[in-house]
């Protein structure tokens, strides 16, 4: 039977565990979509680099266009990241009639409509399921999985960088910039580590959720981002305290045809499963109208569970080869989007406030909290000898995001006020 042909762009850690999968699950592959998969040609940046895997030299090119002009290659898998360049590559592949497969998160939540008109124009398939989550199959979950449901809400810990050091704080009481530059010599996290800690990586994925559970073109301008920089060992201390854990949650919400995306430190009970994802570890949790409770958990990245992603959208493209059907999967955002404003966000918050440590205090405080509509679930305050202040901890009921805005600039206003310490959503 004649062999499906795919161009590789890239053999680094992904493209490294393609060619391992692609190469050791041959026989698997064979029987499921009918034809040997076989790996023509690989781009790279530099021929001559040490590998760990053996790639016959022949294969091996530095010059992109032999690979997507070459007719006989029928599928180009790209996992050699970037954003700009590789998008010129990958449009240009498509109005040549190549399918793509990608595990490009940057791309695709910035450019993905665009590729995927042209994808549609030309008949191709472009598959991204290892763009989120890495080995977790949530993409093909939301798209076909949930198909038959209205999703309400997805919450993920989509960054392994981030919940690996805020298990640290959790687990051994350390600081932040210890823990992250721990993490950067054992490799967890870049040298430059903003994208990952200032939560920009997670708002690309939750971009890419958002849009496919909701059915709307989410952009990345609609997430609303804060990352982990800020958070202080005693605020992890806090929340164990009350039976929370602190982590990055990407959180997107939909009520009636409104929605939310944001990134940002919550504080979410223990009873909750997702409180319990440690480590480089990923997990999303979905929530539909019909299914209820869902949540799919994984590793993250890493060079074999990123490529069982890859590999199983290159198994689709081949399927769809047979079957005459690539291009002409249903639209994947048909809804218009309506975001939510601040006065329809809702969710509980803990406040942590050191404040004069003398009568009257609390009161004038829970005034303000009254004024704006701000119900409170618990209320804790307790003296502080080390700074001669009181700490007051608020958890409040659901309250508007607006009206939470609305206290927090009163008590900034406040002369008993020290200072506001920290702000977390809470879940759970
Ligand atoms: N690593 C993960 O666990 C993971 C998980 C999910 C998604 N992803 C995504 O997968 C993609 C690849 O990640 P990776 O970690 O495998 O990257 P990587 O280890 O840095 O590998 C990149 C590969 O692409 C080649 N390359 C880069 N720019 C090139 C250019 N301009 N021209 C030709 N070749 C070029 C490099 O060639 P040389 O080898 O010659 O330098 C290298 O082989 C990224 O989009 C990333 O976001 C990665």
């Given amino acids: 039977m004649k062999p499906i042909r795919v161009g590789l762009l890239g053999l680094g850690t992904v493209g490294t565990g393609v060619v391992r999968i692609v190469e050791g699950h041959q026989s698997d592959l064979e029987s499921q979509v009918g034809s040997p998969i076989v790996i023509e040609k690989v781009l790279v940046q530099n021929k001559n680099k040490a590998r760990s895997i053996g790639v016959s030299p022949e294969k091996l090119t530095e010059d992109v266009w032999e690979i997507i002009y070459n007719p006989d290659i029928d599928v180009i898998v790209e996992v050699m990241g970037g954003i700009e360049l590789t998008k010129n590559y990958i449009l ?15 791309l695709m939540a910035l450019h993905g409509p665009e590729i995927l008109a042209k994808a549609q124009e030309h008949g191709c398939d472009v598959l991204y399921e290892a763009s989120v989550a890495g080995g977790i199959p949530i993409i093909r979950t939301l798209v076909e999985g949930f198909s038959s449901d209205r999703i309400t809400k997805i919450m993920g810990i989509v960054n392994g960088t981030t919940n690996y050091i805020l298990t640290k704080m959790s687990k051994e009481g350390a600081a932040y910039g ?73 959180i ?46 994984g590793a993250g990245a890493g060079e074999l569970p990123t490529a069982t992603s890859v590999v199983a959208d290159l198994v689709a493209v081949v399927k769809n080869l047979k079957l005459g059907v690539n291009g002409k999967q249903e639209k994947l955002a048909y809804k218009e989007k309506k975001l939510k404003t601040d006065e329809q966000i809702a969710s509980k918050y803990f406040m942590l406030l050191h404040v004069d440590d003398r009568a009257g205090v609390l009161a004038r405080i829970t005034q303000a909290f009254a004024e704006y509509e701000v119900s409170l679930e618990s209320v804790l305050q307790q003296p502080n000898p080390s700074i001669q202040e009181a700490e007051i901890i608020i958890i409040t009921h659901d309250a ?15 002369e008993v006020v020290k200072a506001i310490k920290s702000v977390y959503r809470v879940e759970g």
């Fill in 92 to 106: 240009e592949a498509l109005s040549r009639g190549k399918h793509i497969v990608t595990a490009n998160k940057d």
């Fill in 400 to 414: 508007n995001k607006a009206a939470a805005k609305k206290v927090l600039q009163a008590l900034e206003g406040m």
């Fill in 252 to 297: 997107a919400e939909r009520q009636d045809d409104y929605i939310s995306v944001s990134v940002q430190p919550t504080m979410v009970k223990l009873t909750h499963p997702i409180a319990s994802v440690n480590g480089v570890f990923n997990a999303v949790y979905v929530y539909g109208e019909a299914v209820g409770e869902t949540m799919f958990y």
């Fill in 178 to 250: 210890d823990v992250l530059k721990e993490a950067q010599d054992l490799g967890y996290a870049e040298s430059d580590p903003t994208s990952d800690v200032e939560g920009l990586d997670a708002a690309r994925k939750m971009t890419i959720l958002a849009t496919l559970g909701f059915r709307a073109n989410v952009a990345l301008e609609d997430v609303d981002v804060k990352g982990i920089s800020s958070i202080t060992k005693e605020d992890i201390l806090y929340a164990k305290r009350l039976g929370y854990e602190v982590k990055l949650l990407g």
